[in-house]
């Protein structure tokens, strides 16, 4: 026996895959009642307008990186190397929120780049404390954001070990060695 999401998660769920899909235009209440399998009556009751709707987005992915944070701030290999690692899109719950914030984000919402800014902030915090150098850990955030942005442009990867880059696969564990090398550069 499968249990089926509550009708709020649906919506929400619906409304990231619109975003991804076919951009914030195309993300109507009426659009998002459909593929949510909900009444447009039954969407309104969780949110009362497309404003709110964004708002349960935006709860979501924060509620989303908290739980990264602490899944951070508990990895043994250290943060640096944890943000670089998962910077690899493997759809998880998480990216499917980051990539359909993303293209909210690319249009006027504030709060949607608000809550990027702070959720930034915050990798930095994590990495800068792993790191101790503020070059360092900028680096390692380039570094993994550059890797997010190529897996987004030129397509998915299935394995965490490699993801590509300019129709050429890219090791990750190759890179790593790179966070282990900056890390200890730090503390030479």
């Excluded at 150098?133 to 490699?162: C, E, H, K, W």
């Amino acid at each position: 026996m499968t249990t089926q999401l509550p009708a709020r998660d649906r919506v929400l769920n619906a409304y990231e895959e619109l975003l991804i899909k076919d951009g914030p235009r195309a993300a109507t209440l009426d659009a998002v009642a459909a593929v949510a399998g909900v009444s447009k009556g039954g969407l309104l009751y969780h949110f009362k307008s497309k404003e709110a709707l964004t708002g349960g987005l935006v709860h979501k992915l924060k509620e989303l990186a908290e739980l990264d944070f602490a899944a951070m701030e508990q990895d043994p290999e250290g943060c640096a190397s944890y943000y670089v690692r998962t910077s690899v899109f493997g759809g998880t719950t998480f990216d499917t929120a980051i990539v359909a914030a993303m293209r909210l984000a690319q249009g006027e919402d504030s709060t949607v780049r608000e809550a990027f800014a702070e959720i930034h902030a915050t990798w930095y915090k994590l990495i800068l404390s792993d790191v101790g150098d503020s070059a360092v850990a900028r680096a390692i955030m380039l570094l993994g954001d550059g890797l997010y942005y190529n897996v987004a442009v030129f397509g998915t990867t299935t394995t965490p070990q490699a993801t590509a880059l300019d129709g050429q696969e890219v090791d990750l564990e190759s890179l790593l060695k790179v966070v282990t090398l900056m890390r200890s550069g730090t503390r030479s």
